[in-house]
């Protein structure tokens, strides 16, 4: 399944570069989320947007900035990481983030190791 | 606080039926979801349960019992593509998805 895409796929960086994560959906889907994913521990939701509006805010670092521009476009910017942050970054989508019966549907993620 | 319990890991054989267990302590219940997956992959959705019973689709089955707060997924006839993470998550009352920390399963020949 295609209708959601994450660039890049795997993303090394230092703790002082500045990054972005891109998401896009092509499913006319109206919300869009960001989730970390590290081994053997549960999906965590970063951020969630609701027709471009963020409905969610999980106690997210300010070092994790999310963007985004329209309902099919989601960016994740990265700056000052630490080498806990490495994990699987995983963008969503959704019809909206009331519908508790539509499933979400995931990009291929990216795999972002720190230094 | 807010729970999702599933095992850790399980194996299987091909050919055979395997039951991934996944019991939920949340706020308010909106539904429970069953995902695939496959390593380095993106989570597929497998099903949707919001009231009690089983739902059945092809070689794959789930089960809901909200007065336990329990739930199983059921695979038939095992496939070595079977191979991969199976994810539980809860709806709350927030409409916010609770996850599991996902089941590994292993099929061998």
């Known amino acids: 399944e295609t209708g959601v895409t994450q660039t890049p796929r795997h993303l090394v960086m230092g703790m002082t570069n500045k990054k972005s994560l891109k998401c896009e959906q092509h499913l006319g889907h109206n919300a869009m989320y960001w989730y970390k994913q590290s081994a053997k521990k549960p999906l965590e939701l970063m951020f969630v947007y609701n027709f471009k509006e963020q409905t969610e805010n999980n106690s997210v670092p300010s070092r994790f900035s999310p963007e985004c521009p329209n309902s099919s476009h989601l960016f994740l910017h990265l700056h000052t990481l630490q080498p806990e942050d490495s994990a699987l970054y995983l963008c969503?989508?959704?019809?909206?983030?009331?519908?508790?019966?539509?499933?979400?549907?995931f990009g291929d993620g990216t795999r972002l190791s720190i230094l | 606080g807010q729970n999702i319990d599933q095992p850790t890991e399980m194996t299987a054989t091909e050919g055979a039926i395997v039951q991934i267990n996944c019991t939920y302590q949340t706020s308010g219940f909106n539904g429970l979801f069953w995902y695939q997956q496959h390593a380095g992959e993106a989570p597929t959705f497998l099903s949707y349960n919001v009231l009690d019973g089983l739902e059945e689709k092809g070689r794959f089955s789930s089960f809901l019992s909200r007065s336990k707060g329990y739930s199983y997924l059921l695979l038939k006839e095992l496939q070595m593509k079977d191979s991969a993470s199976y994810l539980c998550a809860v709806v709350d009352s927030n409409y916010q998805l609770i996850w599991g920390a996902g089941t590994k399963l292993i099929i061998k020949p």
């Open positions: 969503a989508s959704s019809t909206s983030d009331r519908d508790s019966n539509q499933p979400q549907h």
